[in-house]
Structures are given as structure tokens and as C-alpha cells.
Nanobody, 115 residues
Framework: QVKLVESGGGWVQPGGSLGLSCEASKSFFSLNSMGWYRQAPGKQRELVATMTITGSDNYAPSVKGRFTVSRDNAKNTVYLQMAGLRPEDTAVYFC?????????WGQGTQVTVSS
């Protein structure tokens, strides 16, 4: 079992920046990958960005160049730095972790982009 605890999120104006963090209860090296998904009202949950234990990252086309996923191995924490935020980035953001056989999700944190 892996517990994921998220922090960050909130409200920001269009064009602004915001950061999210997610601490895992197990070492990052016991996981295949960690990252972030999001779900907007009335829409399906979608990938935002993920990072494997080898450091390979993957971004949704809609956020590439604006969002950056990173990690701190010593803290078992993955981060999502978001810049150039747009109203369409408004969603609940979920931390995600995967082992060979299971997936784990955080409780979600709201990000709202509006003027």
C-alpha cells in the first residue's frame, strides 16, 4: 500500500503560476512511476505529467512547455510546477503512483484559474 499526500493548489489568475507537491509513503525507487492527472467538471480524468524511476517524463500536449514535473528522491516527493495557467487548466489534480501490479491515487487538490 502506498499513501500519497498532496499539497498546493488554490486559485490563480490566468497567466499565473502555481505549484503542487505529493509525498509518497514509500521510496520513489519502489515505484515504477509517479505523476499527476487531472479531472475537470464533466470530463474524464486525464494525464498531466508523469515521471518514471529512470527519470523519463511524459506530458500531455496541452501542458507541454508550461508545466514541469520533478522529484526529490530523498523526500519521496514529486512536484508539478505550473506556469502560464489558463482557465482550461481548472480541475482537481490527483497525484498518481504505480508499481508493477497496482495504482495509487491521492485525494486530489483543486486548481482554479480565473480572473
Amino acid at each position: 500500500q502506498v499513501k500519497l499526500v498532496e499539497s498546493g493548489g488554490g486559485w490563480v489568475q490566468p497567466g499565473g503560476s502555481l505549484g503542487l507537491s505529493c509525498e509518497a509513503s514509500k521510496s520513489f525507487f519502489s515505484l515504477n512511476s509517479m505523476g499527476w492527472y487531472r479531472q475537470a467538471p464533466g470530463k474524464q480524468r486525464e494525464l498531466v505529467a508523469t515521471m518514471t524511476i529512470t527519470g523519463s517524463d511524459n506530458y500531455a500536449p496541452s501542458v507541454k512547455g508550461r508545466f514541469t514535473v520533478s522529484r526529490d528522491n530523498a523526500k519521496n516527493t514529486v512536484y508539478l510546477q505550473m506556469a502560464g495557467l489558463r482557465p482550461e487548466d481548472t480541475a482537481v489534480y490527483f497525484c498518481y503512483a504505480r508499481t508493477v501490479i497496482e495504482e495509487y491515487w491521492g485525494q486530489g487538490t483543486q486548481v482554479t484559474v480565473s480572473s
